[in-house]
């Protein structure tokens, strides 16, 4: 069993700052990468960026220069600096883990999804 717990969601102003985190835990045996996705009201879930395990990020390109991705192997973590945000970035924000679980045999590779935080940027 994991888990992908997410923080740090919640209202912010425009131009503002906040950071979100998510924590995994469980039978881990390793994470590949992590990442963070988001649905506004009425859209598709889009990406946000990503991060793997060496640190090499992939953004989208409206969130380049806005966002920092980042994140603590040591603690099974990833975080989404959020800077100057915009009314239009209010969504929820979903965490997404691609990592290799404990099995009794082995291990396999899953993807694992938050249960997502709300971020609301008021102008």
């Known amino acids: 069993q994991v888990q992908l717990v997410e923080s740090g969601g919640g209202l912010v ?4 700052s906040l950071r979100l985190s998510c924590a995994a835990s469980g039978s881990i045996f390793s994470i590949n990468t992590m990442g ?11 990406l946000v960026a990503t991060i793997t395990t060496g640190g090499s ?5 409206s969130m380049k220069g806005r966002f920092t991705i980042s994140r603590d192997n040591t603690k ?6 959020m800077s100057g ?3 239009e ?3 929820v924000y979903f965490c997404y883990a691609n990592l290799n679980v404990h099995l009794g045999w082995g291990t396999r590779q899953y993807d694992y999804w938050g249960q997502g935080t709300q971020v609301t940027v008021s102008s």
């Open 13 to 16: 102003q425009a131009g503002g």
């Open 36 to 46: 963070w996705y988001r649905q506004a009201p009425g859209k598709q879930r889009e």
């Open 57 to 61: 990020t992939n953004y989208a390109d």
């Open 76 to 81: 099974n973590t990833v975080y989404l600096q």
């Open 85 to 87: 945000p915009k009314p």
């Open 89 to 91: 970035d209010t969504a």
